[in-house]
């Protein structure tokens, strides 16, 4: 049974600290992803990495970076939090290629104050 | 421009009884069609994934139909159960891009059941 782990499910940091959201999987899977949800809208992507060291931009990279040292392991950054940041991080893994199924993690709600 | 449309965005129905959501999709090209079920503070779950061949698939109580041709897709869910209380998100898989398709996600439709 594929398990994707987020490290906080509540996380509330002030203005301009640095944030760390951290993902692991346990399938070893090739992909790995970070979206961001906010009522209204769809999931959007923040980055991929579909290698260890490997990552892509997605639709909305600005104000974050990413890590990925190790296959089971993901990390999203928030370099300067803001306010704007504030929302629910959702962490994703899958197989390469088009067709295969992402598996989600539980989420962590990120409130910048 | 791709995109996902869903709708209605909320629906309330009682207990027992049926629903069906809608899907629009402008994305091109096609690859699959799939259908998310995401509970409250919970990650999206797959309910189904349709290829371009294929007009239906089911999982226990929940239909999906997809209709290519005029890029529309429907879940439909059969007497209904408090635990169908959820947010149900269309996700369709456009590419082929270097790395995988790439997804596009419609907003979702609340559904609460009441009993």
């Known amino acids: 049974d594929v398990k994707v782990t987020q490290s906080s499910r509540y996380l509330v940091k002030r203005t301009g600290e640095k944030v760390f959201l951290e993902c692991v999987q346990d399938?070893?899977?090739?992909?790995m992803f970070w979206y961001r949800q906010d009522p209204g809208l769809g999931l959007r992507l923040i980055y991929f990495?579909?290698?260890?060291?490997?990552?892509e931009k997605g639709d909305i990279p600005e104000g974050y970076s990413v890590s990925r040292e190790k296959k089971e392991r993901f990390s999203l950054i928030l370099e300067s939090a803001s306010t704007n940041q504030t929302s629910m991080y959702l962490c994703?893994?899958?197989?390469?290629?088009?067709?295969?199924?992402?598996?989600f993690g539980p989420g962590t709600r990120l409130t910048v104050t | 421009k791709n995109q996902v449309e869903q709708s209605p965005q909320s629906l309330i129905i009682l207990e027992g009884k049926n629903c069906t959501l809608q899907?629009?999709?402008?994305?091109?090209?096609?690859?699959?069609l799939r259908w998310y079920k995401q509970d409250t503070g919970r990650g999206p779950v797959s309910l189904t994934i349709?290829?371009?061949?294929?007009n239906t698939k089911s999982n226990g109580r929940y239909t999906a139909t997809l209709d290519a041709d005029t890029k529309q897709s429907s879940l439909h869910i059969t007497a209904s159960q408090l635990s169908d209380s959820a947010s149900y998100i269309c996700?369709?898989?456009?590419?082929?891009?270097?790395?995988?398709?790439?997804?596009?996600f419609g907003a979702g439709t609340i559904l609460r059941v009441k009993s």
């Open positions: 399938m070893d899977h090739e992909n």
């Open positions: 990495s579909y290698d260890v060291k490997m990552k």
């Open positions: 996700v369709v898989s456009g590419g082929p891009g270097e790395y995988g398709n790439k997804l596009v």
């Open positions: 349709m290829t371009f061949s294929e």
């Open positions: 994703a893994s899958s197989l390469p290629g088009g067709n295969y199924e992402q598996y």
């Open positions: 899907c629009n999709y402008t994305v091109s090209p096609f690859s699959n």
